[in-house]
């Protein structure tokens, strides 16, 4: 066994490639950006709004100021861990939370719109404005 040196410094070698690889994994992983929360609300909240704009019965609620269909829809839509609140109003009017003293006091709260314009049948263009913070 003259050779024995050889395969020695050949596994060292190995072994150094494989924990500087590691190393160096471990470090890209840590770096690579995750949407924050701000972002994935943002995104939950127009997928909802395309949805309830796409579905022409939630556009006609819409359109009839009929919040509660659209609440169940929105419910059903929105993952557990995020309450909501949904107004409909006329495109010229503000649209805001109507108290702010409630359960949503003291945390971040984002919010989305939409104008949902027209059925076929009828041109009363509405504004559909949607709340969303973390419970």
């Not at 410094?9 to 950006?33: C, M, P, Q, S, Y």
């Not at 609140?85 to 939409?114: F, H, M, Q, W």
Request: overall charge negative; some cysteine; charged content about 30%.
């Amino acid at each position: 066994m003259v050779n024995k040196k050889g395969w020695l410094r050949i596994a060292e070698a190995f072994i150094a490639i494989v924990i500087i690889a590691g190393v160096l994994l471990f470090v890209f992983t840590k770096n690579i950006n995750k949407p924050s929360m701000e972002e994935q609300i943002y995104n939950i909240e127009k997928e909802i709004l395309e949805g309830i704009a796409d579905n022409a019965e939630l556009r006609e609620r819409v359109l009839n100021m009929e919040e509660r269909e659209i609440e169940i829809f929105i419910s059903e839509n929105l993952p557990s861990n995020l309450g909501f609140y949904v107004r409909v109003c006329e495109i010229d009017n503000v649209c805001g939370l109507p108290n702010p003293a409630e359960t949503y006091t003291n945390k971040a709260i984002y919010s989305k719109e939409r104008i949902i314009t027209s059925t076929l049948t009828e041109f009363e263009p509405k504004k559909i404005k949607l709340f969303v913070w973390e419970k």
